[in-house]
């Protein structure tokens, strides 16, 4: 149950970059998180507790039917953005990190990239790419709001949460880099 006494719905799916652990409350989709075997999983499902403020128990509202779908077509290559239309519950970010993902989410569109200082000047904040590249690592919505998609200005791959060899894949995925060969 999240802090409004809504019950949570959460579920571990496969995909093409591994498990995701994905969150949804009343609201919408709360997190995604990579790598979600059984360690990661139960790490991210308490954090989720702390954050939302209630523990969280395992239910069925259907919340998770339509995120589901949407990874499934987009690792398919039948979509090419996750986020237009579904319901995004933003309560695990706010202020600059907000006004960062949000751009990010509709600014930064499939098989494209944009610099962290190109996006701090996106919002108004030219100078700030250190504080973008924070708030990319504090995304609870990777994927949906494709911090992969953020790159260094030198052409550098830059960071990722979930590993730079799963930033490599959905670049690759997405038609930014060449697919590995092997």
Not at 12 to 33: F, K, M, N, Q, R
Not at 138 to 146: M, R
Not at 173 to 182: C, I, M, N, S, T
Request: proline share 6%.
């Amino acid at each position: 149950m999240d802090s409004n006494g809504q019950c949570v719905e959460w579920a571990v799916v496969g995909s093409d970059i591994g498990p995701l652990l994905l969150a949804a409350t009343g609201e919408g989709l709360v997190s995604v998180v990579f790598h979600a075997r059984e360690a990661v999983r139960d790490r991210a499902v308490r954090r989720l507790e702390g954050q939302l403020g209630a523990p969280l128990v395992e239910c069925a509202t259907g919340r998770l039917a339509e995120p589901i779908r949407r990874l499934d077509a987009y690792f398919a290559g039948e979509v090419r953005e996750l986020g237009p239309g579904l319901t995004l519950d933003w309560t695990l970010t706010a202020g600059f990190n907000r006004q960062v993902l949000r751009e990010l989410a509709s600014g930064v569109p499939y098989g494209t990239v944009v610099g962290y200082g190109e996006l701090a000047a996106r919002v108004g904040q030219p100078g700030a790419a250190q504080a973008v590249g924070a708030a990319m690592g504090a995304n609870p919505l990777p994927l949906v709001v494709p911090c992969h998609r953020v790159v260094e200005s030198d052409g550098g791959i830059g960071g990722f949460g979930g590993g730079l060899e799963t930033k490599r894949r959905l670049l690759a995925l997405e038609g930014v880099l060449p697919q590995p060969l092997f």
